[in-house]
T-cell receptor, first 109, second 113 residues
Framework: GDQVEQSPSALSLHEGTGSALRCNFT?????VQWFQQNSRGSLINLFY???GTKENGRLKSTFNSKESYSTLHIRDAQLEDSGTYFC???????????FGKGTKLSVKS | EAAVTQSPRSKVAVTGGKVTLSCHQT?????MYWYRQDTGHGLRLIHY???????EKGDIPDGYKASRPSQENFSLILELASLSQTAVYFC????????????FGEGTRLSVL
């Protein structure tokens, strides 16, 4: 089965609202990375965490390696936040990433 | 500035033809990776390398070869391109010290006809 289970697969938000994306891991992961893929297909690195919580503007991410999950919180959503969000987890010391299937976020006015 | 540069950015190839995708990094990173992304899905690891002149198989290596002639350069080779290899390909690099995030290139869109 998939080692990285990402949910939800799709999410619709109105501007100014917020929500959380989640990734569950079926095996111990060393670190997690969150990306936004924009309409041009580029992967924008949002966060890289080996543990704990990081915050950047309206985004906050947490990685709990003991309980095998990570979350990405978006608050005060803006139209430009639309896109597909991926989590990717490092399985070992060579930084190989296993990706979730993504969350397609649509922010509407 | 740290960078991973892929070339070409897009390519159309014929079934059975040979395709080479190139990746160049200026980050002095030891590790380099090739991933593919199919429409509507996440990325999957094809091959990776942790030192020049050595490559390792990733999760989906069949139909692909890789070459790491120097620390800066990592190529992905499709000897006999097939329709199923139509995808977007991403290259990434990472330092040996794993407390830093891997850096990704902009992707190469490959269409095999």
């Amino acid at each position: 089965g998939d080692q990285v289970e990402q949910s939800p697969s799709a999410l619709s938000l109105h501007e100014g609202t917020g929500s959380a994306l989640r990734c569950n891991f079926t095996t111990t992961m060393r670190a997690v990375q969150w990306f936004q893929q924009n309409s041009r297909g580029s992967l924008i690195n949002l966060f890289y965490l080996a543990s704990g919580t990081k915050e950047n503007g309206r985004l906050k991410s947490t990685f709990n390696s003991k309980e095998s999950y990570s979350t990405l919180h978006i608050r005060d959503a803006q139209l430009e936040d639309s896109g597909t969000y991926f989590c990717a987890a490092e399985r070992g010391s060579n930084a190989k990433l296993t990706f979730g299937k993504g969350t397609k976020l649509s922010v509407k006015s | 500035e740290a960078a991973v540069t892929q070339s070409p950015r897009s390519k159309v190839a014929v079934t059975g033809g040979k395709v080479t995708l190139s990746c160049h990094q200026t980050n002095n990173h030891d590790y380099m990776y090739w991933y593919r992304q199919d429409t509507g899905h996440g990325l999957r690891l094809i091959h990776y390398s942790y030192v020049a002149d050595s490559t390792e198989k990733g999760d989906i290596p069949d139909g692909y070869k890789a070459s790491r002639p120097s620390q800066e350069n990592f190529s992905l080779i499709l000897e006999l391109a097939s329709l199923s290899q139509t995808a977007v390909y991403f290259c990434a690099s990472s330092p040996h010290n794993n407390n830093q995030a891997p850096l990704f290139g902009e992707g190469t869109r490959l269409s095999v006809l």
